[in-house]
Protein backbone atom coordinates (compact mmCIF):
# COMPACT_ATOMS: atom_id res chain seq x y z
CA UNK A 1 0.00 0.00 0.00
CA UNK A 2 0.77 3.20 -0.19
CA UNK A 3 3.13 4.70 2.22
CA UNK A 4 5.16 8.26 2.65
CA UNK A 5 7.30 8.34 5.88
CA UNK A 6 8.77 12.07 6.62
CA UNK A 7 12.10 12.42 8.77
CA UNK A 8 14.28 14.91 9.83
CA UNK A 9 12.40 17.41 11.95
CA UNK A 10 13.98 18.66 15.04
CA UNK A 11 15.39 21.31 17.20
CA UNK A 12 17.10 24.46 15.12
CA UNK A 13 17.98 28.04 16.33
CA UNK A 14 16.72 30.44 14.63
CA UNK A 15 18.77 31.10 11.32
CA UNK A 16 19.72 27.93 11.11
CA UNK A 17 19.44 25.18 8.57
CA UNK A 18 17.45 21.51 8.41
CA UNK A 19 16.94 19.24 5.94
CA UNK A 20 13.35 16.93 5.77
CA UNK A 21 13.34 13.64 4.05
CA UNK A 22 9.82 12.21 2.57
CA UNK A 23 10.50 8.05 1.68
CA UNK A 24 7.85 6.93 -0.39
CA UNK A 25 6.62 3.36 -1.33
CA UNK A 26 4.02 1.32 -2.87
CA UNK A 27 3.66 3.26 -5.93
CA UNK A 28 5.55 4.63 -8.94
CA UNK A 29 7.38 7.26 -7.16
CA UNK A 30 8.74 8.91 -10.24
CA UNK A 31 5.06 8.94 -11.67
CA UNK A 32 3.66 11.69 -9.35
CA UNK A 33 3.90 15.17 -7.81
CA UNK A 34 4.78 15.50 -4.29
CA UNK A 35 3.72 18.54 -1.68
CA UNK A 36 5.09 19.74 1.56
CA UNK A 37 2.04 21.23 3.83
CA UNK A 38 3.14 22.13 7.12
CA UNK A 39 0.69 22.47 10.22
CA UNK A 40 1.98 25.21 12.70
CA UNK A 41 1.03 25.46 16.83
CA UNK A 42 -2.79 26.05 16.94
CA UNK A 43 -3.02 26.86 13.25
CA UNK A 44 -4.27 25.24 9.76
CA UNK A 45 -3.12 23.65 7.24
CA UNK A 46 -0.34 25.70 5.05
CA UNK A 47 0.74 24.08 1.51
CA UNK A 48 4.42 24.64 1.19
CA UNK A 49 5.48 23.79 -1.88
CA UNK A 50 5.49 21.41 -4.81
CA UNK A 51 7.69 19.29 -7.29
CA UNK A 52 6.63 17.45 -10.34
CA UNK A 53 7.68 14.02 -11.28
CA UNK A 54 10.78 14.81 -13.25
CA UNK A 55 11.61 17.97 -11.26
CA UNK A 56 10.53 20.40 -14.18
CA UNK A 57 7.53 22.01 -12.51
CA UNK A 58 7.88 23.58 -8.88
CA UNK A 59 6.37 25.87 -6.92
CA UNK A 60 6.79 27.65 -3.56
CA UNK A 61 4.58 29.53 -1.23
CA UNK A 62 5.27 33.02 -0.83
CA UNK A 63 6.22 32.81 3.03
CA UNK A 64 9.18 30.14 1.96
CA UNK A 65 9.97 31.26 -1.30
CA UNK A 66 14.13 31.92 -1.19
CA UNK A 67 14.98 30.17 2.08
CA UNK A 68 13.12 27.05 0.98
CA UNK A 69 14.19 24.71 -2.04
CA UNK A 70 12.23 20.94 -2.55
CA UNK A 71 14.61 18.21 -4.65
CA UNK A 72 13.45 14.79 -5.31
CA UNK A 73 15.31 11.43 -5.82
CA UNK A 74 13.44 9.20 -8.00
CA UNK A 75 15.51 6.71 -8.28
CA UNK A 76 15.46 6.64 -4.21
CA UNK A 77 11.75 7.42 -4.12
CA UNK A 78 12.64 10.31 -1.95
CA UNK A 79 11.82 13.98 -1.47
CA UNK A 80 12.89 16.80 0.12
CA UNK A 81 12.50 20.28 1.61
CA UNK A 82 16.30 22.22 2.04
CA UNK A 83 14.96 24.80 4.64
CA UNK A 84 17.26 27.86 5.19
CA UNK A 85 17.00 30.95 7.08
CA UNK A 86 14.73 29.41 9.52
CA UNK A 87 12.67 31.40 11.65
CA UNK A 88 10.21 31.06 14.67
CA UNK A 89 7.49 31.07 12.69
CA UNK A 90 8.61 28.21 10.60
CA UNK A 91 7.94 26.37 13.73
CA UNK A 92 5.15 22.99 12.60
CA UNK A 93 4.76 19.85 11.74
CA UNK A 94 5.80 18.74 8.33
CA UNK A 95 3.84 16.72 6.07
CA UNK A 96 4.28 15.26 3.23
CA UNK A 97 1.19 14.38 0.02
CA UNK A 98 1.30 12.55 -2.97
CA UNK A 99 -0.72 14.92 -5.58
CA UNK A 100 -3.08 12.89 -7.41
CA UNK A 101 -3.65 12.86 -10.53
CA UNK A 102 -0.15 13.51 -11.50
CA UNK A 103 -0.67 16.70 -13.20
CA UNK A 104 -0.50 19.98 -12.82
CA UNK A 105 -4.30 20.32 -10.86
CA UNK A 106 -3.81 17.76 -8.33
CA UNK A 107 -5.35 16.83 -4.63
CA UNK A 108 -3.65 15.39 -2.33
CA UNK A 109 -4.63 11.47 -1.51
CA UNK A 110 -2.14 10.08 0.73
CA UNK A 111 -0.03 12.20 3.74
CA UNK A 112 2.58 11.33 5.86
CA UNK A 113 2.62 11.15 9.34
CA UNK A 114 4.50 14.52 10.01
CA UNK A 115 7.99 15.68 11.30
CA UNK A 116 8.34 18.11 14.10
CA UNK A 117 10.41 21.14 13.06
CA UNK A 118 10.94 23.31 16.58
CA UNK A 119 12.83 26.87 15.33
CA UNK A 120 13.86 27.89 18.64
CA UNK A 121 17.05 29.62 20.77
CA UNK B 1 -4.53 34.29 -4.65
CA UNK B 2 -7.59 32.29 -3.59
CA UNK B 3 -8.70 32.45 0.20
CA UNK B 4 -11.25 30.11 1.42
CA UNK B 5 -13.45 30.83 4.54
CA UNK B 6 -14.72 27.90 6.40
CA UNK B 7 -17.59 28.23 8.99
CA UNK B 8 -18.48 27.61 11.29
CA UNK B 9 -14.68 27.51 13.25
CA UNK B 10 -16.38 24.61 15.91
CA UNK B 11 -19.24 22.74 15.30
CA UNK B 12 -20.29 21.17 18.39
CA UNK B 13 -22.78 18.04 18.02
CA UNK B 14 -23.81 14.54 19.22
CA UNK B 15 -22.90 10.66 17.40
CA UNK B 16 -25.80 10.43 15.50
CA UNK B 17 -26.66 13.64 14.21
CA UNK B 18 -25.87 15.30 10.74
CA UNK B 19 -22.78 17.47 10.55
CA UNK B 20 -22.83 20.29 7.61
CA UNK B 21 -19.44 22.29 6.98
CA UNK B 22 -19.69 25.27 4.89
CA UNK B 23 -16.40 26.88 2.51
CA UNK B 24 -16.63 29.72 0.73
CA UNK B 25 -13.79 31.27 -1.77
CA UNK B 26 -12.80 34.64 -2.33
CA UNK B 27 -13.48 33.76 -6.10
CA UNK B 28 -14.54 30.97 -8.37
CA UNK B 29 -12.82 27.83 -7.88
CA UNK B 30 -12.74 26.61 -11.46
CA UNK B 31 -13.40 23.26 -12.62
CA UNK B 32 -14.89 22.86 -8.95
CA UNK B 33 -11.19 21.81 -8.07
CA UNK B 34 -12.18 21.48 -4.60
CA UNK B 35 -10.87 18.90 -1.88
CA UNK B 36 -12.08 18.11 1.12
CA UNK B 37 -9.43 16.61 4.34
CA UNK B 38 -10.14 14.95 7.63
CA UNK B 39 -7.35 15.69 10.31
CA UNK B 40 -7.36 13.50 13.82
CA UNK B 41 -4.91 14.55 16.30
CA UNK B 42 -1.52 12.47 15.81
CA UNK B 43 -2.74 11.40 12.60
CA UNK B 44 -2.08 11.89 8.87
CA UNK B 45 -4.67 14.15 6.93
CA UNK B 46 -6.79 12.40 4.94
CA UNK B 47 -8.63 12.74 1.76
CA UNK B 48 -11.99 13.02 2.13
CA UNK B 49 -13.86 14.73 -1.18
CA UNK B 50 -12.34 15.87 -4.55
CA UNK B 51 -13.74 17.35 -6.93
CA UNK B 52 -16.19 18.82 -4.67
CA UNK B 53 -18.51 16.14 -4.61
CA UNK B 54 -16.89 12.93 -5.46
CA UNK B 55 -15.61 10.33 -2.62
CA UNK B 56 -11.88 9.52 -2.03
CA UNK B 57 -11.41 5.77 -2.14
CA UNK B 58 -12.59 3.94 1.06
CA UNK B 59 -14.71 7.08 2.41
CA UNK B 60 -17.94 5.95 3.59
CA UNK B 61 -20.82 6.92 2.16
CA UNK B 62 -22.75 9.45 5.14
CA UNK B 63 -19.52 11.70 3.90
CA UNK B 64 -21.15 13.78 0.86
CA UNK B 65 -19.73 17.23 -0.96
CA UNK B 66 -21.66 19.33 -2.69
CA UNK B 67 -21.39 23.10 -4.12
CA UNK B 68 -19.71 24.82 -7.11
CA UNK B 69 -18.04 28.30 -7.91
CA UNK B 70 -17.82 29.84 -4.65
CA UNK B 71 -19.56 27.85 -1.91
CA UNK B 72 -18.95 24.25 -0.86
CA UNK B 73 -20.49 22.39 1.79
CA UNK B 74 -19.28 19.08 3.15
CA UNK B 75 -22.32 17.10 4.80
CA UNK B 76 -21.57 14.10 7.28
CA UNK B 77 -25.11 12.50 7.79
CA UNK B 78 -24.52 10.77 10.81
CA UNK B 79 -21.70 11.34 12.85
CA UNK B 80 -19.90 8.37 14.15
CA UNK B 81 -17.42 8.22 16.92
CA UNK B 82 -14.41 8.43 14.63
CA UNK B 83 -15.93 11.49 12.62
CA UNK B 84 -14.87 14.05 15.58
CA UNK B 85 -11.84 15.89 13.96
CA UNK B 86 -10.97 18.69 12.35
CA UNK B 87 -11.89 19.52 8.33
CA UNK B 88 -10.47 21.29 6.24
CA UNK B 89 -10.81 22.56 2.05
CA UNK B 90 -8.20 23.04 -0.04
CA UNK B 91 -8.65 24.53 -3.75
CA UNK B 92 -6.04 22.73 -6.42
CA UNK B 93 -7.10 25.55 -9.14
CA UNK B 94 -4.72 27.82 -8.79
CA UNK B 95 -1.22 28.97 -7.16
CA UNK B 96 -0.74 28.74 -4.69
CA UNK B 97 -2.69 26.09 -3.36
CA UNK B 98 -4.78 27.06 -0.30
CA UNK B 99 -6.22 25.27 2.87
CA UNK B 100 -9.39 26.60 4.65
CA UNK B 101 -8.74 27.68 8.12
CA UNK B 102 -10.72 24.56 9.21
CA UNK B 103 -13.52 23.50 11.23
CA UNK B 104 -13.47 21.51 14.10
CA UNK B 105 -16.24 18.90 14.76
CA UNK B 106 -16.47 18.43 18.81
CA UNK B 107 -18.41 16.02 20.59
CA UNK B 108 -21.34 18.26 22.50
Known amino acids: QVQLVESGGALVKPGGSLRLSCAGS????????MTWIRRAPGKGLEWISYISGSSQTIFYADSVKGRFTISRDNDNNSVHLQMNSLRAEDTAVYYC??????????????WGQGTLVTVSS | EIVLTQSPGTLSLSPGERATLSCRASQTVSRNFLAWYQHRPGQAPRLLMYGASSRATGIPDRFSGGGSGTDFTLTISRLEPEDFAVYYCQQYASLPRTFGPGTKVEVK
Open chain 1, 97 to 110: ARALPPNFYAYLDF
Open chain 1, 26 to 33: GFTFRDYY
